[in-house]
């Protein structure tokens, strides 16, 4: 069902009925194929959301002389952020309750992690009053995927998983922490060794 609905562009079906098969496999790892639907699912809903909160955020700039219409913007805002907080916390919730504990192989640990400092790093985007503990939350999460990465030979540097790992932490240290010195030394770490293993 869920290739169908991916098909289809039913990305909101799709994120359900991935989210129903890992409640129902419990102690099962999803397979390569099931974790990449997932991932496709999660992008597809998660983004259409934080799409809508960036339009309304500029809309509101916009009207900021216009109590009135600022006001109804605001309000319309909020909702969506609350929107995008529940959907992550349920995604985090679902990754620490059923996938990261059931998952045995390196990338699908590295992945979960990723996905969860991501996830994270959503919430510290648009609520600045949680900002601290999320992105500390994010932080930690970015640091065990990456942390992985480096003690395993398991994942060439070339691997989709590492590569969008490195992408993300960098994206968050540039974005997030404002450290764009260490997002590019992240970047240039993983692009030594990507060269190393050609070279190779």
């Known amino acids: 069902q869920a290739k169908i609905a991916d098909q289809a562009k039913r990305y909101d079906d799709m994120y359900d009925f991935m989210f129903s098969l890992v409640k129902k ?3 099962c790892e999803l397979n390569i194929e099931e974790r990449n639907l997932l991932g496709v699912a999660v992008k597809h809903v ?3 959301k934080r799409s809508s909160w960036r339009v309304l955020g500029a809309i509101e700039n916009a009207v900021e002389s216009k109590p009135h219409e600022f006001n109804l913007t605001k309000g319309y805002k909020e ?15 679902l990754l620490d309750q059923n996938l990261i504990p059931n998952c045995k192989s390196i990338e699908a640990r590295v992945f979960y992690y990723k996905m969860k400092g991501d996830h994270y790093r959503y919430i ?6 949680h900002e601290q ?3 500390k939350r994010a932080e930690e999460c970015y640091d065990e995927a990456y942390a992985t990465v480096l003690a395993s030979g398991d994942l060439r540097p070339s691997n989709p998983v590492r ?3 490195a992408l993300n932490f960098s994206v ?10 260490g997002a ?9 060794s990507e060269e190393e293993t050609q070279v190779s």
């Open 25 to 27: 496999l419990e102690s």
């Open 79 to 93: 909702i969506v952020q609350q929107e995008i907080e529940s959907l992550c916390l349920d995604i985090i919730n």
């Open 163 to 165: 590569l969008s790992t």
């Open 133 to 135: 503990g999320a992105i």
């Open 184 to 192: 590019l030394d992240l970047a240039r770490r993983l692009w030594t």
């Open 172 to 181: 968050f240290k540039f974005e997030i922490l404002k450290q764009p010195d």
């Open 46 to 48: 998660v983004s259409a």
């Open 124 to 129: 510290a985007e648009i609520w600045p009053s």
